[in-house]
């Protein structure tokens, strides 16, 4: 294992300056993962993420949302608009591009240009006339792999992931170049790195049920990174499940971080890698 500690950020889209949802929970070698107990907003989390890619530290963190959106399916990300970008890099830049105005790495410009709009689920019944003929929408590659997956084209109801990964794909772009994105970025040899995870699938790994996902009390965290192997968490000033997804995560990251096979999934393509990315611990 080249990795001395693991991080995982539960990230947020909400159009506000400083989210509850967003979390931060760091993980040594050893002993127990701690949660960075402050309110942060999406610009204080790229501060902390260019500091650690600043200092070179060998940290694995995980972040919480889909950094592109479905490529393979159509074949481009938006089928029938002369801008659809080639691949993910180029996504990012466009997010940018049309948001860069908006406070807080908010997507609210780029989600309101009629353009885009096409391609969207949103509030106020929206539907976009390109939205996909699946009903919940278009998935990646990974995600048809990963059962509860949402698609990031629907940003309706409180399951959807799209609005924290368009706010994601701004705080990739603002990294781009300091800090190794995986696997858009090939692993490095020595330093940080970022990968996109899934906190169920450290829920699983901690034994927590399908629908009982969500730890809210100290008891089921604590019998939670046990099953991990991990020691327990010092007490929390208030439990919700931004906290303890990030906890519980950053354990898990540590005990899988060494498996090769999770750094070589058979169905991750250089072409997909370019264009969709890859969850993290999805095999």
């Known amino acids: 294992m080249r990795f001395t500690r693991f991080a995982c950020f539960d990230w947020s889209g909400a159009a506000a300056e400083r989210p509850a949802g967003i979390a931060l929970a760091v993980a040594g070698s050893e002993g127990p ?139 990739l772009h603002a990294l781009r170049g300091t800090l190794p994105i995986w696997p858009f970025d090939p692993l490095p040899p020595r330093g940080p790195v970022l990968v996109e995870i899934y906190t169920t699938i450290a829920a699983r790994a901690a034994g927590i049920a399908p629908g009982r996902s969500k730890v809210r009390d100290t008891d089921a965290l604590r019998l939670g990174l046990a099953r991990l192997g991990s020691p327990d968490h010092p007490p929390l000033a208030r439990y919700d499940d931004h906290a303890t997804d990030a906890i519980l995560t950053a354990a898990w990251l540590r005990t899988v971080a060494h498996d090769a096979a999770l750094w070589a999934p058979a169905a991750l393509t250089p072409a997909i890698a370019a264009t969709e990315g890859w969850t993290f611990g999805v095999p």
């Open 33 to 171: 993962p701690r949660l960075v107990e402050r309110r942060w907003s999406r610009p204080d989390a790229l501060a902390w993420l260019r500091d650690v890619a600043g200092a070179g530290e060998p940290m694995l963190i995980g972040i919480d949302f889909s950094p592109a959106l479905p490529f393979v399916d159509a074949g481009c990300y938006f089928p029938g608009w002369s801008r659809t970008p080639p691949d993910a890099v180029g996504l990012w830049a466009l997010v940018e591009a049309m948001s860069a105005d908006d406070p807080h790495l908010g997507i609210a410009s780029f989600l309101c240009d009629a353009q885009v709009a096409r391609y969207f689920r949103q509030h106020g019944s929206r539907l976009g006339d390109r939205f996909g003929e699946r009903g919940g929408g278009r998935l990646r590659i990974v995600e048809r792999r990963t059962p509860g997956a949402a698609s990031c084209f629907n940003l309706v109801g409180a399951s959807q992931v799209g609005k924290a990964s368009l706010t994601g794909m701004r705080l």
